[in-house]
């Protein structure tokens, strides 16, 4: 079964610093791999995901992932934290076509400290 | 329209009342979902229907009783529901039978007094 593991449910970063969030997997097989992101009352919005071709991802706000399959990993990265990136962020593994199931990471809640 | 709409925004509710959540989406999207959202936690996930049918019950207890009466549209009843049942209840909707990804509505905070 497939498995999960964010590293840090809580990180601060400055204004202006590299934001880096942890995701660690685990599959039998190919997975396929999102990130989400959750403002405070609000739904799941996704950010981006990878399923075939190009391990680095790009997507919404800046955000980008790479696709790493020798370390079972897909870090969520952003150059530069503005305060609107604060919010909770969980990422998901999908391992098979039309499996219906998303595993979700515990989350990590990111704050960006002016 | 890429939206999953979801009503009500809030409900309050006692223990012994019935009350019904709804979700509704016009993507074409023939999976939709109910998943339970407590704070500072992951959804976990209710119920799943493919093509307007129950596929998967994750052992939810009776008192929460699903229907999709189109393709468009998720309902979640609402009965004799205790106080642990308070959280925030989050429907999605996807394609069947491709990459999984789900697209989340902005939710029902459910207080169950």
């Known amino acids: 079964a497939q498995s999960v593991t964010q590293l840090g449910s809580h990180v601060s970063v400055s204004e202006g610093a590299l934001v880096l969030l942890r995701c660690n997997y685990s599959?039998?097989?190919?997975?396929?791999l999102f990130w989400y992101v959750q403002y405070p009352n609000q739904g799941l919005q996704l950010l981006l995901k990878?399923?075939?071709?190009?391990?680095l991802v790009k997507g919404i706000n800046g955000f980008e992932a790479e696709f790493k399959k020798s370390e079972t990993s897909f870090h969520l990265t952003k150059p530069s934290a503005h305060m609107s990136d604060a919010a909770e962020y969980f990422c998901?593994?999908?391992?098979?076509?039309?499996?219906?199931?998303?595993?979700f990471g515990q989350g990590t809640r990111l704050t960006i400290n002016p | 329209d890429t939206e999953v709409t979801q009503t009500p925004k809030h409900l309050v509710m006692g223990m012994t009342n019935k009350k019904s959540l709804k979700c509704e989406q016009h993507?074409?999207?023939?999976?939709m979902y109910w998943y339970k959202q407590k704070a500072k936690k992951p959804p976990e996930l209710m119920f799943v229907?493919?093509?307007?049918?129950?596929?998967i019950n994750e052992s939810v207890p009776s008192r929460f009783s699903p229907e999709c009466p189109n393709s468009s549209l998720l309902n979640l009843h609402l009965h004799a529901l205790q106080p642990e049942d308070s959280a925030l209840y989050l429907c999605?909707?996807?394609?069947?039978?491709?990459?999984?990804?789900?697209?989340f509505g902005p939710g029902t905070r459910l207080t169950v007094l």
């Open positions: 990878y399923t075939t071709g190009a391990t």
């Open positions: 998901a593994v999908s391992d098979l076509w039309g499996a219906q199931k998303l595993v």
């Open positions: 599959s039998s097989v190919p997975p396929y």
């Open positions: 229907y493919s093509y307007e049918k129950l596929s």
């Open positions: 993507m074409g999207h023939r999976a």
């Open positions: 999605a909707s996807s394609q069947v039978g491709q990459t999984n990804e789900q697209f």
